[in-house]
C-alpha cells in the first residue's frame, strides 16, 4: 500500500507514520500545496497513491482545499469512483459542519485526533484494505494515554470541562479597552484597587523588557511606560499565573517548567516585535504567555481524572503536543479573547508559514524556537541547552522572513537571557 500523509504538525505525522508504517509505505507533505505536487508527482509516474490522509488544518492550502482539488484532478481523468484513491481526513475537531463538507467533498472517511492505532487499523479494513490480524491484536500501551486524551477533548466539546473564569479586573480592564477613548487614568483607578498587581507592575516597568532612562516609583508612570495594550497583558500575566501552579508536586513540578517556557518565550516574541517596529504588536507578550494554554489544561485534566499516571510518559506528552494546539484554540474562544490570538494558539507549531501568514504567529513561533534552544522548552526533555545547525538554519529563515536581520539572533537570545533572571522573580 502506498501511503501520502499530509499533517503540518511534526508530533501528529510521526504518530501518524508509527501507525501506519507495518502496512504501507509513507510519504510525507507538510502542507496542502505539497501534498497536491506528489500526488500530481506519482500520478505523472504510472505508481499512484492508494491511500491519503490530510490534516484539515494546513498552511498554503488546507485539507478541504486539497481534498476538493485531488477529487477534481480524478474527475478530469476519468478515473472512476470505485478506482480514485481513498482520502482520510483528519482533525482534532468534530464540528458536524466540517464532517459534513468534508464527506460532500468525497472524502472516504474523516478521524479525530488523537486516535487508537487499532481504530485506524479497522477504518482501513472498511475501507478494503488488508491489515494483518495479529496487528488488530497488539494493543501498545500508548493507546491507553491517547484514549485519555481523546475523552477529555469529548469532555470539552460536551461541556463537561469547567474553565476557571477571568478574574474581576481582567474583566474591568477589557470593558474599560473596549470603550472609544480609555484613559491611562482610567486604567489607573481599576488596578490601584490591588496593591500587589500595582507593586508588580512598577516593578515590570522598571525591568529589562520595559526600562527606560529614569526609575518608576508610581503606578501612573509605569502605566504610561507600559501602554494600554501592554498593561493589560502583564495585568491578565500577573493574575493568572495561579493557573500555573498545583498541590500535586510532580504536576506542579510540570507546571513551572511550562510556565518559565511561555514567560520566556513572551519576553522573546516582544523583543523580536520591537526589531519590526510595528505598532500593531501590542498584544504580543500576551500571546507568549497564552500560546501552550491548551497543553497546561490538558494535563490538568489528565492528572484528575487519572492521578496514577506518570506525567513525563513520552507516550503521553505526544497525545498531548497532537490536541493541544487546537484545544488552547477552543478554550481562548471561550474565554472571548481577541480573534487575534486564535490563529497564534492554533497555528504556532507549524513547519512552514506561507507569505501571507499573520506576524503574531510567526513571531511566536519563532520565539518559542529559540528560547526552546537556549534552555527554556515546555518540557525538561525538550530543552537543547545548546544551538544545532538545523535550528540555527530554521532561526535564521525566520528572521528572514520577518524582515530581520539573522545577525540578530546572538543579540537577542542574549537580551532573553538577560531578562529572565529578573523576569522569574517578577511575576
Same mark, same amino acid.
Given at each position: 500500500?502506498?501511503?501520502?500523509?499530509?499533517?503540518?504538525?511534526? *508530533? $501528529? /505525522?510521526?504518530?501518524?507514520? #508509527?501507525? +501506519?508504517?507495518?502496512?504501507?509505505?509513507?510519504?510525507? &507533505? !507538510?502542507?496542502? @500545496?505539497?501534498?497536491?505536487?506528489?500526488?500530481?508527482?506519482?500520478?505523472?509516474?504510472?505508481?499512484?497513491?492508494?491511500?491519503?490522509?490530510?490534516?484539515?488544518?494546513?498552511?498554503?492550502?488546507?485539507?478541504?482545499?486539497?481534498?476538493?482539488?485531488?477529487?477534481?484532478?480524478?474527475?478530469?481523468?476519468? *478515473? $472512476? /469512483?470505485?478506482?480514485?484513491? #481513498?482520502? +482520510?481526513?483528519?482533525?482534532?475537531?468534530?464540528?458536524? &459542519? !466540517?464532517?459534513? @463538507?468534508?464527506?460532500?467533498?468525497?472524502?472516504?472517511?474523516?478521524?479525530?485526533?488523537?486516535?487508537?492505532?487499532?481504530?485506524?487499523?479497522?477504518?482501513?479494513?472498511?475501507?478494503?484494505?488488508?491489515?494483518?490480524?495479529?496487528?488488530?491484536?497488539?494493543?501498545?500501551?500508548?493507546?491507553?494515554?491517547?484514549?485519555?486524551?481523546?475523552?477529555?477533548?469529548?469532555?470539552?466539546?460536551?461541556?463537561?470541562?469547567?474553565?476557571?473564569?477571568?478574574?474581576?479586573?481582567?474583566?474591568?480592564?477589557?470593558?474599560?479597552?473596549?470603550?472609544?477613548?480609555?484613559?491611562?487614568?482610567?486604567?489607573?483607578?481599576?488596578?490601584?484597587?490591588?496593591?500587589?498587581?500595582?507593586?508588580?507592575?512598577?516593578?515590570?516597568?522598571?525591568?529589562?523588557?520595559?526600562?527606560?532612562?529614569?526609575?518608576?516609583?508610581?503606578?501612573?508612570?509605569?502605566?504610561?511606560?507600559?501602554?494600554?495594550?501592554?498593561?493589560?497583558?502583564?495585568?491578565?500575566?500577573?493574575?493568572?499565573?495561579?493557573?500555573?501552579?498545583?498541590?500535586?508536586?510532580?504536576?506542579?513540578?510540570?507546571?513551572?517548567?511550562?510556565?518559565?517556557?511561555?514567560?520566556?518565550?513572551?519576553?522573546?516574541?516582544?523583543?523580536?516585535?520591537?526589531?519590526?517596529?510595528?505598532?500593531?504588536?501590542?498584544?504580543?507578550?500576551?500571546?507568549?504567555?497564552?500560546?501552550?494554554?491548551?497543553?497546561?489544561?490538558?494535563?490538568?485534566?489528565?492528572?484528575?481524572?487519572?492521578?496514577?499516571?506518570?506525567?513525563?510518559?513520552?507516550?503521553?506528552?505526544?497525545?498531548?503536543?497532537?490536541?493541544?494546539?487546537?484545544?488552547?484554540?477552543?478554550?481562548?474562544?471561550?474565554?472571548?479573547?481577541?480573534?487575534?490570538?486564535?490563529?497564534?494558539?492554533?497555528?504556532?507549531?507549524?513547519?512552514?508559514?506561507?507569505?501571507?501568514?499573520?506576524?503574531?504567529?510567526?513571531?511566536?513561533?519563532?520565539?518559542?524556537?529559540?528560547?526552546?534552544?537556549?534552555?527554556?522548552?515546555?518540557?525538561?526533555?525538550?530543552?537543547?541547552?545548546?544551538?544545532?545547525?538545523?535550528?540555527?538554519?530554521?532561526?535564521?529563515?525566520?528572521?528572514?522572513?520577518?524582515?530581520?536581520?539573522?545577525?540578530?539572533?546572538?543579540?537577542?537570545?542574549?537580551?532573553?537571557?538577560?531578562?529572565?533572571?529578573?523576569?522569574?522573580?517578577?511575576?
Amino acid at each position: 500500500m502506498k501511503v501520502l500523509i499530509a499533517e503540518d504538525e511534526k *508530533i $501528529s /505525522r510521526k504518530a501518524l507514520m #508509527k501507525s +501506519i508504517s507495518d502496512v504501507g509505505d509513507c510519504t510525507i &507533505a !507538510d502542507n496542502g @500545496k505539497d501534498a497536491i505536487r506528489l500526488f500530481d508527482q506519482a500520478y505523472a509516474k504510472k505508481a499512484p497513491f492508494d491511500l491519503v490522509f490530510l490534516d484539515i488544518s494546513m498552511p498554503d492550502i488546507n485539507g478541504m482545499q486539497a481534498l476538493n482539488i485531488i477529487r477534481q484532478k480524478e474527475s478530469s481523468r476519468n *478515473i $472512476s /469512483r470505485s478506482d480514485r484513491l #481513498k482520502i +482520510i481526513m483528519i482533525s482534532t475537531s468534530m464540528r458536524k &459542519a !466540517d464532517i459534513k @463538507k468534508c464527506i460532500k467533498l468525497g472524502c472516504d472517511s474523516y478521524l479525530c485526533k488523537p486516535f487508537k492505532k487499532q481504530k485506524l487499523y479497522k477504518e482501513l479494513i472498511r475501507l478494503g484494505f488488508d491489515i494483518p490480524d495479529e496487528l488488530i491484536a497488539d494493543v501498545d500501551g500508548s493507546n491507553s494515554y491517547t484514549e485519555l486524551v481523546a475523552k477529555i477533548i469529548r469532555r470539552f466539546n460536551s461541556g463537561e470541562f469547567t474553565l476557571p473564569v477571568l478574574t474581576h479586573m481582567v474583566q474591568e480592564v477589557q470593558s474599560l479597552l473596549e470603550k472609544s477613548e480609555p484613559s491611562i487614568e482610567d486604567l489607573a483607578t481599576i488596578v490601584e484597587k490591588d496593591a500587589v498587581i500595582s507593586t508588580k507592575l512598577i516593578s515590570v516597568a522598571n525591568s529589562p523588557l520595559y526600562q527606560g532612562v529614569e526609575l518608576i516609583k508610581n503606578l501612573k508612570t509605569a502605566l504610561q511606560r507600559l501602554g494600554l495594550q501592554e498593561a493589560m497583558s502583564i495585568i491578565t500575566t500577573i493574575t493568572n499565573k495561579n493557573l500555573f501552579h498545583s498541590e500535586n508536586k510532580p504536576l506542579n513540578k510540570y507546571l513551572n517548567t511550562l510556565w518559565t517556557h511561555s514567560l520566556a518565550c513572551a519576553c522573546c516574541a516582544k523583543y523580536i516585535a520591537e526589531e519590526i517596529h510595528d505598532k500593531g504588536l501590542q498584544s504580543i507578550f500576551l500571546m507568549g504567555i497564552i500560546h501552550d494554554i491548551g497543553k497546561l489544561f490538558l494535563i490538568k485534566a489528565i492528572v484528575e481524572i487519572s492521578p496514577e499516571k506518570p506525567i513525563e510518559n513520552s507516550d503521553l506528552q505526544a497525545a498531548i503536543m497532537e490536541v493541544h494546539t487546537f484545544f488552547g484554540a477552543m478554550l481562548i474562544k471561550k474565554w472571548n479573547f481577541p480573534t487575534n490570538f486564535i490563529p497564534v494558539v492554533k497555528n504556532h507549531h507549524w513547519e512552514k508559514f506561507p507569505g501571507d501568514a499573520g506576524k503574531e504567529v510567526l513571531i511566536i513561533h519563532t520565539a518559542d524556537l529559540l528560547v526552546t534552544e537556549i534552555g527554556y522548552g515546555s518540557q525538561q526533555t525538550d530543552s537543547q541547552h545548546g544551538s544545532n545547525n538545523k535550528t540555527d538554519k530554521a532561526l535564521s529563515n525566520l528572521f528572514r522572513q520577518l524582515g530581520i536581520d539573522p545577525d540578530r539572533i546572538k543579540v537577542i537570545r542574549d537580551m532573553v537571557l538577560d531578562s529572565m533572571k529578573s523576569l522569574t522573580d517578577l511575576f
